[in-house]
């Protein structure tokens, strides 16, 4: 059965620090793995990794994609109080093509 | 903004009522996804619509059904609410592999 285990389950951190955020996962032919941000309702899109190795970066938000060893990390540096929200990690497979499979997510709270 | 609009933004209903949620997708989008998602909890698939077809279903009972129209807005109804169809129901609309999020109706069922 497909799986995606997502760690820590929560942190808290103070502003200024970075974060590093750990999705495996478990697919029959994997086809890509999304990262989103959830502050109230909607998760908005971070990142779509398809290729390992190769890092995704938007601002203070980057992502790599590790797909012999099954997993991916979310980096936030210098964190800021707006960076609080659950993180979700999504895989896509090539057999069941746009259903997502999500992780429980990472609960992030940034103090001032 | 994602430009995938939901409603109602709330909904409070009774055990064994039925109710139906509804969604707008992007322009241009011909996929949209309904998620299911539990306090605590990531999303669960309910079932995909492509071109007013249902292409593919999650774990979930006949007594969710769903709809897609001509300009490829949706419909989710769930049938014989219980109390454990309580959650917030996402849909999305998709290009290119990616998936974009309307902002969710908070369902509960007293």
């Known amino acids: 059965e497909d799986k995606v285990v997502q760690s820590p389950l929560s942190l808290v951190v103070h502003e200024g620090d970075t974060v590093t955020l750990n999705c495996s996962y478990e697919?029959?032919?994997?086809?890509?793995l999304l990262w989103y941000k959830q502050e109230k309702k909607a998760p908005t899109f971070l990142f779509m990794l398809?290729?390992?190795?190769i890092e995704k970066k938007s601002g203070r938000l980057s992502s790599i994609l590790d797909k012999k060893e099954l997993f991916s990390i979310l980096n936030i540096t210098a964190t800021q109080t707006g960076d609080s929200a659950i993180y979700l990690c999504?895989?896509?497979?090539?057999?069941?093509?746009?259903?997502?499979?999500f992780g429980a997510g990472t609960q992030v709270v940034v103090t001032p | 903004e994602t430009g995938v609009t939901q409603s109602p933004t709330h909904l409070i209903k009774t055990r064994g009522q039925q109710v139906t949620l509804r969604c707008s997708s992007q322009s241009g989008h011909n996929t949209v996804s309904w998620y299911q998602q539990a306090l605590g909890q990531g999303p669960q698939f309910i079932f995909q619509y492509y071109r007013e077809e249902e292409n593919g279903r999650g774990n979930f009972p006949p007594r969710f059904s769903g709809l897609q129209f001509p300009n490829y807005s949706s419909e989710l109804n769930v049938n014989a609410l219980e109390l454990d169809d309580s959650a917030l129901y996402l849909c999305?609309?998709?290009?290119?592999?990616?998936?974009?999020f309307g902002p969710g109706t908070r369902l509960t069922v007293l």
């Open positions: 999504a895989v896509d497979s090539t057999d069941s093509w746009g259903k997502f499979q």
């Open positions: 999305a609309s998709s290009l290119g592999g990616t998936q974009y």
């Open positions: 697919v029959t032919n994997f086809r890509s």
């Open positions: 398809t290729s390992s190795g």
